[in-house]
């Protein structure tokens, strides 16, 4: 079985201070990690994916996330935040060759930008 | 490019009836489509997996004669809600992934609709 653990419920940052949302995961086998974020009432949008290669990641609005694959680890950062940064921030894994594609979200992290 | 949609957005709706929503991606075609149920302040439930053409694949504890999903094409996916009661109102949220060369992995989701069931 997969999982993901987003061990904050909620990340407060000031405007301008560079930010981390963490995330771990288990997986058997080697991982497909995601990172989606989420407005108030809407859908979810895709921020970064990694599936091979390098560990960095550069995704959509300046974020950016570190495959640590000895900690198990995928924490999304931004180098200086924006007040539109507040949203809810979900990490999620698939485990890779798995035929039915099916994501395991973690419960999602509140990150609220201070002006 | 990877844009789905769902209409409607929100739906009011009387109990007993039923509730039609439609999921559509808009610039690819989806080998995959993926129905989620998302609480308040909770993560996003996985109800079922569609493929085109094929019956979708339901997760444990998801009645498929309430939640019944259509997958006729590539582009487009139905989730009625069936004798709708006020414990099935939530946050329905679709998804739509691409086949192989179409940036497979990703799954791209639609906007969400709002149902509430009086």
């Known amino acids: 079985a997969q999982s993901v653990a987003q061990p904050e419920d909620q990340v407060n940052v000031a405007e301008g201070n560079p930010l981390t949302v963490k995330c771990t995961y288990s997986?058997?086998?080697?991982?497909?990690l995601f990172w989606y974020v989420q407005y108030p009432n809407r859908g979810l949008q895709f921020l970064l994916k990694?599936?091979?290669?390098?560990?960095l990641v550069k995704g959509s609005y300046g974020f950016e996330a570190e495959f640590n694959k000895s900690q198990t680890s995928f924490h999304l950062k931004k180098p200086s935040a924006l007040v539109s940064d507040s949203a809810l921030y979900f990490c999620?894994?698939?485990?890779?060759?798995?035929?039915?594609?099916?994501?395991?979200f973690g419960k999602g992290t509140k990150l609220s930008v201070i002006p | 490019g990877a844009v789905v949609s769902q209409h409607p957005s929100r739906v009011i709706c009387k109990s007993g009836t039923s509730v039609k929503i439609e999921c559509r991606s808009l610039?690819?075609?989806?080998?995959?489509m993926f129905w989620y149920r998302q609480f308040p302040k909770q993560s996003l439930m996985l109800m079922a997996t569609?493929?085109?053409?094929?019956?979708?694949?339901?997760e444990q504890g998801v009645e498929k004669d309430k939640f019944l999903i259509n997958h006729a094409s590539l582009t487009l996916s139905t989730l009625t809600v069936t004798s709708a009661h006020p414990e099935d109102s939530s946050f329905y949220i679709c998804?739509?992934?691409?086949?192989?060369?179409?940036?497979?992995?990703?799954?791209?989701f639609g906007p969400g609709t709002r149902l509430l069931v009086l």
């Open positions: 610039d690819f075609q989806a080998t995959t």
């Open positions: 990694y599936i091979t290669g390098d560990n």
């Open positions: 569609s493929n085109e053409g094929s019956k979708a694949t339901y």
């Open positions: 998804s739509a992934r691409g086949g192989p060369g179409l940036d497979g992995e990703t799954q791209y």
């Open positions: 999620a894994v698939i485990k890779a060759g798995a035929g039915s594609y099916q994501l395991t």
């Open positions: 997986v058997s086998g080697n991982p497909y």
